[in-house]
């Protein structure tokens, strides 16, 4: 089973967003503090519609407990526009955990050294996208690996 995590997000909205994708494909969302919004924030909850019951969600007080949570060899994929390797070229695995930063300024660069990193091919002229259309193209190419080797 895949994960998604947000590291330190920070609109609400997104974040919603990424707990709608989370619940549509059935797998659990990790959000790691601080966030720029709080739990109850009515854009989160309004951006997630009533999708909630559905979202598996674990919130982790700093980046080393969502670290020590971790099982045994997981493995931690970060996202970033400054990723070593395209996101197609990629070979998911269950277990997978898709790790993206806040959106004012993506991953701490200590972060992105320490774990493989993708990017996402942008051949226009934008440098970056939506953090929640990022996680979807990611998750469900992800998705659509895994499942293609499942059948």
Known sequence: ???????????????????????????????????????GDPRLRRAGLDYWPHVRLF??????????????????????????KDLYEAEFREGDYLLFGPETRGLPQEILDALP???????????????????????YEAYRQLSSRRA
């Open 117 to 139: 990193s993708l990017r996402i091919p942008m051949p226009g002229p934008v440098r970056s996208l939506n953090l929640a259309v990022a996680v979807g193209v990611a998750a």
């Open 1 to 39: 089973m895949l994960h998604l995590v947000l590291y330190q997000p920070e609109i609400p909205q997104n974040t919603g967003n990424v707990a709608r994708t989370a619940a549509a494909l059935g797998v659990p969302l990790h959000l790691i503090r601080p966030l720029g919004f709080r739990l």
């Open 59 to 84: 919130v982790h007080d700093t980046w080393e407990a969502f670290l020590g949570s971790l099982p045994e060899g997981a493995r931690v994929l970060a996202f970033s526009a400054r990723g070593e």
